[in-house]
């Protein structure tokens, strides 16, 4: 059981929209801390997408942006692409483990 | 640009001590901005983070995993370690090295390409 919820599994098709919502709680993202995503494409390590809610590094187009209010986050990825099919995971510190937590991560379908 | 990149046996016996190594280049492991973690990603499940250890040799390991975990670092070889005992089939996994903007953000923005490594007799 990760302690950042995601939903399993989300699908849209070429040219939508989708969210993928994260949810934590009091110690993590409710104490303030910053959310992370990391789009993991298959058989390939994690790339950070997403830093610090709503920050993109050098390299990752505008279509995904990231989003923070209280205890959980949220990923948007707007026109769909079939390169965007991968798992995406959020990720947090918690100051109970004084330590990074993960989302249990979202596999994004492009139908 | 800044590489990882993991080393290790791939295959460990029950109850032995895994070992792993991360090479840095590209960039300084004694760098004072940056920390040094591990993670891991058992077959087909989620990310979990392992530990992290900062140049000056100061550790921090998950709460599930520290009474198995020693991560240390070696700055004239721009390398960091991880040792994990008493495996079990539990700890079978792809492990990645990655830099830890530990203080300031909090993620990781650059990670090895990973190793499996599999625990069986």
């Known amino acids: 059981q990760s302690v950042l919820t995601q939903p399993p599994s989300v699908s849209g098709a070429p040219g939508q929209r989708v969210t993928i919502s994260c949810t934590g709680s009091?110690?993590?993202?409710?104490?303030?801390?910053?959310v992370h995503w990391y789009q993991q494409l298959p058989g390939t390590a994690p790339k950070l997408l997403i830093y610090?809610?709503?920050n993109r590094p050098s390299g990752v187009p505008d279509r995904f942006s990231g989003s923070k209010s209280g205890t959980s986050a949220s990923l948007a990825v707007t026109g769909l692409q079939a390169e965007d099919e991968a798992d995406y995971y959020c990720?947090?510190?918690?100051?109970?483990?004084?330590?990074?937590?993960f989302g249990g991560g979202t596999k994004l379908t492009v139908l | 640009q800044l590489q990882l990149r993991e080393s290790g046996p791939g295959l460990v016996k029950p109850s032995e001590t895994l070992s792993l190594t991360c090479t840095v280049s590209?960039?300084?492991?004694?760098?004072?901005?940056?920390?040094w973690g591990w993670i891991r990603q058992p077959p087909g499940k989620g990310l979990e983070w392992i530990g992290t250890?900062?140049?000056?040799?100061?550790?921090y390991y998950s709460p599930s995993l520290k009474s198995r975990v020693t991560i240390s670092i070696d700055t004239s070889k721009n390398q960091f370690s991880l040792k994990l005992s008493s495996v079990t089939a539990a700890d079978t996994a792809v492990y990645y090295c990655?830099?830890?903007?530990?203080?300031?953000?909090?993620?990781?923005?650059?990670w090895g390409q990973g190793t499996l490594l599999t625990v069986s007799s």
């Open positions: 990655a830099r830890e903007r530990r203080g300031y953000t909090y993620d990781f923005d650059y």
């Open positions: 009091s110690s993590n993202i409710g104490a303030g801390y910053d």
């Open positions: 610090t809610n709503n």
């Open positions: 990720q947090s510190y918690d100051s109970s483990l004084s330590g990074s937590v």
């Open positions: 590209g960039g300084s492991i004694s760098s004072s901005s940056y920390y």
């Open positions: 250890i900062y140049y000056s040799g100061s550790t």
